[in-house]
Structures are given as structure tokens and as C-alpha cells.
């Protein structure tokens, strides 16, 4: 069991718009610590997709959007792309287990 | 370019040790904090443990703490992780990793490929 909630699995035809949701708690993303995402193409090492919340590493297409909000953070795709088809992680802190943590993760898929 | 490079997985019996080593290129290595992040196969990422830029702090997950060591060369940009105890559900792929934003704000930036441990009889 995850500290963060992630969806196991979304999905949406090419072009169209998804969001996944990361929930967590008081002790982390409700006690104000950063929310990043990860992506992680099949057979290969994650990748930093987004840090401190909302902003993007160079190279990464601004399709991809983040927020944050309360207890939760989120991460949009828009014009969604077979090239998209991974799995994404959201990472925070949690203060209660003095430890980085990652949500279970959601596999995206592009029908 | 940045390269993070693990080496020394492989199959280990329960209760033994193994040492990774992560061999860093194209950044100032002693500028960063680093850490080991894992991962189950089919299942989801683990962090693992950090390190700061000049060794001077440690921090370990739960499940791995009193077994494993993070530690550094600054010398040689190179990360280590020296894992005893060994226990069936320590087998996982093993990342090396950099890090940005500094404790408790740290997040991941660069991504070896990972060393495969596998701890069975």
C-alpha cells in the first residue's frame, strides 16, 4: 500500500486529454511538500517528467502539465500521443516516515 | 552528458551480502547529493537511501535500515551501496540516481540504467 494514491491504469484516444491524480496526506502533500512526476517507458529507467509541482525539465513537451492542490497534485496530458504509452510516478515526502516516497504508479494507455 | 552506470547485481543467497557501485561521468559528482532508488519487478519504485554531496548525512527507508550503507568516493565519482542481510524481497532492479532540490525537498534528476539483485536459494 502506497503512502501516495495513484489510479492503476488510464486511458484515452490520441488527442484526447487525461489526468492522473496522486492523493496523499497531511504528512506529506498536505503539509506542503512537492509533488514530482515520473515517466517510465517500458524496459527503461524512469525519467523526470516534473519538479516542484508544476514545472517542466527542458526537452519535455508542454503537453504535460502539473498541480497541486490541498492534499493532492495531478498530472495532465493534452493531445494525448502513442509515444505517451508509459507508466508515471508522482514522488514526495512524507514527514511522518522521514522518507521519499512514490505513488504505486499508473500505466497510461493510448487506445 | 550525464552517465550514472551500476555495476556488481547479480544472484545472491538470503542472508548474504552484495555491494553495487555507481559510476558517475559528465557532472562535478561532489556537488550532488545521490541516492538508490528500487524497483520490484511489475511493481512500483522504492527509494532506497540518500547520501550527501560530502557524505556527511545518510538517510535509509525502513525496510532497509541497520541491513544496507549508502556511501561515496568523491575521488572517484563513485556511489556504493553495500547491502548485508539479504532478504528474498530485496530482489529488485537497483537505480542509481541524482539528486536535485536537497533534503527533504529531493527530487530525481538523472537515472542510471539499474543493477538487477536477485536474493534466492
Known amino acids: 500500500q502506497s503512502v501516495l494514491t495513484q489510479p492503476p491504469s488510464v486511458s484515452g484516444a490520441p488527442g484526447q486529454r487525461v489526468t492522473i491524480s496522486c492523493t496523499g496526506s497531511s504528512s506529506n502533500i498536505g503539509a506542503g511538500y512537492n509533488v514530482h512526476w515520473y515517466q517510465q517507458l517500458p524496459g527503461t529507467a524512469p525519467k523526470l517528467l516534473m519538479y516542484v509541482n508544476n514545472n517542466r525539465p527542458s526537452g519535455v513537451p508542454d503537453r504535460f502539465s502539473g498541480s497541486k492542490s490541498g492534499t493532492s497534485a495531478s498530472l495532465a496530458i493534452t493531445g494525448l500521443q502513442a509515444e505517451d504509452e508509459a507508466d508515471y510516478y508522482c514522488q514526495s515526502y512524507d514527514s511522518s516516515l522521514s522518507a521519499l516516497v512514490f505513488g504505486g504508479g499508473t500505466k497510461v494507455t493510448v487506445l | 552528458q550525464v552517465q550514472l552506470v551500476e555495476s556488481g547485481g547479480g544472484v545472491v543467497q538470503p542472508g548474504r551480502s552484495l555491494r553495487l557501485s555507481c559510476a558517475a561521468s559528465g557532472f562535478t559528482f561532489s556537488a550532488y547529493g545521490m541516492h538508490w532508488v528500487r524497483q520490484a519487478s511489475g511493481k512500483g519504485l522504492e527509494w532506497v537511501a540518500v547520501?550527501?554531496?560530502?557524505?556527511?548525512?545518510?538517510y535509509y527507508a525502513d525496510s532497509v535500515k541497520g541491513r544496507f550503507t549508502i556511501s561515496r568516493d568523491n575521488s572517484k565519482n563513485t556511489l556504493f551501496l553495500q547491502m548485508d542481510s539479504l532478504r528474498a524481497e530485496d530482489t529488485a532492479v537497483y537505480y542509481c540516481?541524482?539528486?536535485?532540490?536537497?533534503?527533504?525537498?529531493?527530487?530525481?534528476?538523472?537515472w542510471g540504467r539499474g543493477a538487477l539483485v536477485t536474493v534466492s536459494s
Open positions: 547520501i550527501w554531496s560530502d557524505g556527511s548525512n545518510q
Open positions: 540516481v541524482r539528486d536535485r532540490g536537497g533534503w527533504p525537498a529531493d527530487y530525481f534528476d538523472y
